[in-house]
């Protein structure tokens, strides 16, 4: 029901939106229908394709962090990843991001704590990657002034998460010899300074410049002229809401990437229809692929795998 409440009250401000935007006359059904119509169905495919890159290169990210603490295979941290992606989508406030620890766990046989803990690191990562993402965005452009502010803040939330952790580790040290906070100093431990260096500056800054590239080229072809600093600044604003209690994002993403947009000179009912379909094609991959993941992991796939095993060896094998 809590579920359900969400993606409405998700609907909801899209109609609200809607009915204001209606009211004070700046937008208008039929200038949008044209905009999707003129944006057409190859930018949606794009945007697609482009999803399961930013999958991998996060998947990426979080199996270099759990690499010392357990030989982790690559295609199990992405399934994992899809699975937190087809979660997220129903899930408010990204509670899929701490369910694929538990799918990983059941598949690599990994410690949940353990892998928690390389689930934090891996989050931070992620926040520190934007900083050198911005920065390499600045070099070919000028960003808006906003963004500035984002830069700021996201460099002392990384700094102010050193000094938490520094500053709970001897809480999370007493009495470790045993149980979970054991396993989590572990993983929260596991990686050297240089290690860390390296997945927050160049793992963790990878999957926000793909999408950044994804991004602008969308828009080129759905007749958006957007620089890769604006394009960043698209990515995000819609990545501030993410966190919010709406499953899946739903009108908070569309909100504010058109207000990016617009911010940017585009016309209230492309920049809508712009982030419609992007938003559209970066969910359905995550909620295909994480169905699929979801779908090998449980005992019902087992039988199922194992006829296709048995019928590849008798096609092999011949008459």
Not at 257 to 284: D, K, N, P
Not at 286 to 306: H, K, M, N
Request: hydrophobic share 55%; with cysteine.
């Amino acid at each position: 029901m809590s579920v359900l409440f969400r993606s409405a009250f998700g609907v909801a401000l899209i109609g609200a939106g809607y009915i204001f935007l209606s009211h004070h006359g700046s937008f208008d059904v039929r200038l949008f229908a044209a905009a999707l119509t003129s944006i057409g169905p190859i930018p949606l495919f794009f945007a697609m394709g482009t999803a399961v890159g930013v999958v991998a290169l996060q998947a990426l990210r979080w199996w270099y962090v759990t690499r010392p603490i357990r030989r982790v295979r690559y295609p199990d941290a992405f399934s994992a990843v899809l699975v937190g992606n087809v979660l997220n989508t129903f899930l408010p406030a990204r509670a899929g991001d701490v369910l694929r620890v538990q799918h990983l766990s059941n598949r690599a046989g990994v410690s949940r704590a353990m892998l928690m803990g390389t689930e934090l690191l891996d989050l931070w990562s992620d926040k520190c990657g934007w900083v050198p993402a911005f920065l390499l965005c600045v070099l070919v452009g000028h960003p808006p002034r906003w963004m500035y502010l984002a830069f700021l803040v996201m460099l002392g939330a990384a700094a102010a998460a050193v000094f938490l952790f520094l500053l709970l580790r001897p809480w999370l040290g007493r009495g470790a010899a045993a149980g979970w906070r054991r396993n989590l100093v572990a993983g929260l431990t596991s990686s050297q300074p240089r290690r860390l260096a390296v997945a927050g500056l160049i793992f963790g800054a990878l999957p926000w410049l793909w999408e950044t590239l994804a991004i602008v080229l969308f828009a080129r072809l759905a007749g958006i002229p957007l620089a890769p600093p604006q394009a960043f600044a698209v990515l995000t604003a819609f990545n501030l809401v993410i966190a919010l209690p709406v499953p899946g994002s739903l009108g908070l993403h569309e909100a504010a990437s058109s207000f990016a947009l617009v911010s940017f000179g585009v016309s209230t009912e492309r920049a809508i229809a712009f982030a419609l379909l992007y938003h559209i094609g970066q969910v359905l991959p995550g909620v295909l692929g994480g169905a699929i993941a979801l779908l090998r992991g449980s005992p019902l796939w087992a039988p199922i795998a194992s006829r296709m095993e048995t019928r590849a060896y008798a096609d092999i094998a011949g008459p």
